[in-house]
């Protein structure tokens, strides 16, 4: 009966029913024979469960190699302290902007290994391509609520803008978005 109720977990009159579902799934089981489980939080936000999924992976990618960023740290920090979900989607888009821009991927083996980039990016087609991902990937995850326009704003002009030297006008006209 739970499986097929459509619950909206934002609709304030709905949380008992989740309440029951986590009473449920912890009754049932977590308390089955076999090895433990992960607790499953029905109330946690998908902005999380996205953060955890995306620091487990570039931890999985860093391997021993690879020196962790400070970027990887700043977001499992704010994971763990419970911080607002604007402020963690704020931590993964610096984490990928990091991992785009300072580390590169093996092809063959999946492992990110920190490159040489210079602190001021020269202005290459490459450098653009990738300018022009990351620059569209934090509009989509602005438009999907990850965090304000004002945050995307700022995010832009302090890891994109000032990587090649230049102003978030003279950004958006090289990069032509």
Known sequence: IFLTMRIHFFNKKKLFFVFLLQVAWSFFVERSPGPPRRR???????????????????????????????????????????APDSDIGAAMYELLVKITLDYDTD?????????????????????AAKLTFLYKYGMRMAAQGLFDVDVLKDLVIRLLANRVAMTGEDLDSWLDV
């Open 107 to 127: 092809p063959g083996t999946g492992e990110v290994t920190k490159n040489d980039a210079p602190d001021v990016l020269e202005r290459t087609d490459e450098t």
């Open 40 to 82: 499953l939080s029905l109330l946690a936000s998908p902005i999380v469960s996205a953060a955890e999924s995306q620091a487990s992976q570039v931890r999985e990618k860093l391997g021993m190699v690879a020196t962790v960023p400070p970027e990887l740290e700043a977001l499992e920090g704010k994971i763990k302290a419970e």
